[in-house]
Structures are given as structure tokens and as C-alpha cells.
């Protein structure tokens, strides 16, 4: 079956074509950051007005990829939250509309689940159970992953997401939003142990996160170099943002290895646009290869927000027997705030 799939939670608009036997078929995007620049964040108005604007073109385009015409269509799955409302609506009453009119099943995705399943679109591909570290703008979460709709959360952020904290010490640091790609990038030129900073609750015996200190304390180091004579130099700046980045990357490795430790799982998965960052990336592979144990990433086009992780999570359901298909019914809600536990299988982890 062949499930075409709509993302449009925040600032990206994906539509893609997962088929549940040969996968992804093709997918599309258009990122609106440009669009929000100017502005140093998602201005949630504009978001959902260009969503309107791209859905159909990036539809037609992946039909066209695919070389699928819309009777080969036999689900649609979207992004019914959470996210930004105007934004959901935009995904939801297209997806809706399209189902209603040839008469096909609609499936609502919760966007973490699309994020969490995204590194099965690699290959290799995990075998369940799995530990998952979903590192995202808005979540940072540990898990224990046992199956399609089975999922357990271990621990999770207390204040800012790993994404956020990326993008909001970039801002201090004057560089663009979204900030988490521009500190990781001047990051390279840095010495991360130019600075020693804070990793906030690296020894703690949860698996919790938080982040908010983390920022405090790079305004604090920076209003200092400011006040010297002569000012911030570039180096220094360059330096902050190395040791920025490897504070986070510290905690994040750290927890992630004590998650394996603490359920005896051998198999990390990293979802999410954090996911991208080299050092995470780096630091991860080598724990984890020490560890005698595998880490699996998203391709790198696939750990921000798209439509292919949507559709695929749909197909994964599918097969998974969580669907109904006979349920034609299009009466539909977005929820911009939804908690992941409440689409897991009946009776798992109440
Ligand atoms: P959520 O899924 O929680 O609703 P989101 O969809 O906005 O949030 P993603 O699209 O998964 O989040 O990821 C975006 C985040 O990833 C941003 O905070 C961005 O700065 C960060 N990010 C992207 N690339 C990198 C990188 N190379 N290094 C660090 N952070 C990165
Ligand atoms: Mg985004
Ligand atoms: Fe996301």
C-alpha cells in the first residue's frame, strides 16, 4: 500500500510517499527559514500562510518523483500534532480533504513518533528494542523503543530542549536563527576547552535533562569578555561556541550511554534536528563502538522536519495492525499539544 504523507507542524512543509513493502518512494520539502529570519524565530501567522502556499506544488511534485498518479494512493497519513495550530490545520484539512474525496483511510501521526521511527528509513536499520535519544527544537526525551507503538519514556527535559538551548545561546552569540547548524559551525574554529561551562545534571542518577543554566552561563562569560579591553574577539567567540556545544553534547552522550546501561539494551537510535550535529555524531560512534554496541542515525536531510518521516511512521502503523482502514469517517482535531504515551498500543505503559 502506497500512504502519502503530510508534515506541517512548525516551519517545514513535507509531503512524501512511503510505500509499506518498498519504503520511501519520494518526498519534498520547503523549509521556511528564510522566511522567519528576520524575525530570530517561527512567527507561528506566516508559518501557516505559506504552508497553504506549498502544500499542493510540493504534492504534485512528489506524485511526479514517484511517477504516481492519485489512484495509486491507498492511505494518507499527516502530522495531527504537536506543533503550532494554524500550522497543523494546514497539513490536516489538506490530508482530510484529499482521503474524503477518494474515499481513503486518514491517519494521524504524532510528530515524535515520525522523528523516533525516522532512522528505520536508513539502512542499516535497528532491530527493536532500542534506546532512543529524541533530540529536537522542542523535546529532549530518552526512551525505550520495543516496538511499532510501544514506547516507554525513561526521562526527559526539565526546561529547554536541546534544540532550543543550541538556538538560543547561538542568538547570544549573534549568530542566525535557527541557530543550532550556525554554532556548530563556528564551533570548528573553537577550542571547547577554552571555556569550561556547566553540564547540568551530567552525574545525576535519573535520566533527565536541563538546559536553561547552560545559556545563563554563557551570557555570564560573554558580558565578561565584552567588558575586557578591546572587547569579544573573534577567537574567543568561536571558543564559546565550541565549549557550548560540547557541554551539550557531553550531557546528552552521558545519559544516552547510562539509558543503555540502566535497561541492558545494546542499540541507540538518535532522531531529531540535534541529531545532525557532527560532534554528537562523533562522540556517540565512539562510545558506542567502545561499548561494543550500535548507534543508528536519520539519513542527515531526513532529522529536521519532513514529510517522509510522516508518511513512513503511517506505513509503519499500517503493517503494524494499529489502523483501522475500513474508518472513512473525516471528522478531524489537531492537537497542539499531544503526549506521545497516548498513542501506544492498548495497554502499554498506561
Ligand atoms: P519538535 O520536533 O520538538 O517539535 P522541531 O521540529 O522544531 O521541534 P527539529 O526540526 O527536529 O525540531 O530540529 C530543529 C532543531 O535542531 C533546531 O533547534 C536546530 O537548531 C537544531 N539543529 C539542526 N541542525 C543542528 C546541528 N547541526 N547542530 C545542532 N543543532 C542542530
Ligand atoms: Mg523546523
Ligand atoms: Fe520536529
Redesign the pocket.
Known amino acids: 500500500m502506497i500512504i502519502l504523507g503530510f508534515e506541517s507542524?512548525?516551519?517545514?512543509t513535507g509531503v512524501a510517499a512511503v510505500c509499506t513493502e518498498r519504503g520511501l518512494l519520494a518526498h519534498a520539502l520547503h523549509s521556511q527559514i528564510a522566511m522567519h529570519r528576520e524575525y530570530g524565530g517561527v512567527v507561528p501567522e506566516l508559518a501557516s500562510r505559506d504552508h497553504i502556499r506549498r502544500v499542493l506544488p510540493l504534492t504534485t511534485e512528489v506524485l511526479q518523483k514517484a511517477n504516481l498518479s492519485f489512484d495509486d494512493i491507498g492511505a494518507v497519513a499527516y502530522t495531527a500534532g504537536?506543533?503550532l495550530a494554524g500550522a497543523l490545520l494546514v497539513g490536516a484539512s489538506v490530508a482530510q480533504s484529499f482521503a474524503w474525496a477518494r474515499g481513503l483511510p486518514a491517519i494521524a501521526i504524532h510528530?515524535?513518533e515520525g522523528?523516533l521511527l525516522s532512522p528505520l528509513l536508513a539502512s542499516p536499520r535497528p532491530q527493536f528494542p532500542f534506546i532512543a535519544l529524541l533530540?529536537?527544537?522542542?523535546?529532549t526525551q530518552l526512551m525505550r523503543v520495543n516496538a511499532v507503538g510501544d514506547y516507554e519514556l525513561l526521562g526527559e527535559t526539565l526546561d529547554d530542549?536541546a534544540?532550543?538551548a543550541?538556538?538560543k545561546t547561538?542568538k547570544l552569540l549573534g549568530l542566525d536563527y535557527?541557530?543550532?547548524?550556525e554554532?556548530?559551525r563556528l564551533a570548528q574554529t573553537g577550542n571547547s576547552a577554552g571555556y569550561d561551562l556547566p553540564r547540568p545534571k551530567l552525574h545525576s542518577h535519573d535520566l533527565d535533562f536541563s538546559f536553561s543554566g547552560l545559556k545563563t552561563a554563557v551570557l555570564t562569560r560573554l558580558r565578561q569578555l565584552e567588558r575586557e579591553p578591546g572587547g569579544l574577539t573573534p577567537q574567543q567567540r568561536a571558543d564559546l561556541a565550541a565549549a557550548t556545544?560540547a557541554a551539550i553534547v557531553d550531557v546528552l552522550a552521558a545519559k544516552a550511554i547510562k539509558a543503555l546501561k540502566q535497561t541492558g539494551l545494546s542499540r541507540l537510535v538518535v532522531a531529531?534536528?540535534?541529531g545532525?550535529?557532527?560532534r554528537?555524531r562523533e562522540k556517540l560512534s565512539q562510545a558506542l563502538a567502545a561499548r561494543h554496541g550500535q548507534v543508528f542515525f536519520p539519513p542527515l536531510d531526513l532529522?529536521?522536519?519532513n514529510g517522509a518521516m510522516i508518511a513512513f511512521a503511517g506505513a509503519l502503523r499500517v503493517k503494524a495492525g494499529l489502523v483501522d482502514l475500513s474508518d472513512t469517517g473525516h471528522a478531524f482535531t489537531v492537537k497542539p499539544r499531544w503526549d506521545l504515551q497516548d498513542v501506544c498500543r492498548p495497554g502499554v505503559h498506561p
Do not use: K, Q
Not at 535557527?178 to 547548524?181: D, R, S
Open positions: 507542524s512548525c516551519d517545514e504537536p506543533g510528530h515524535l522523528h533530540v529536537s527544537g522542542g523535546h530542549a534544540g532550543e543550541f538556538d547561538a535557527p541557530g543550532g547548524p554554532l556548530s556545544e531529531g534536528g540535534v545532525a550535529n557532527r554528537l532529522c529536521t522536519d
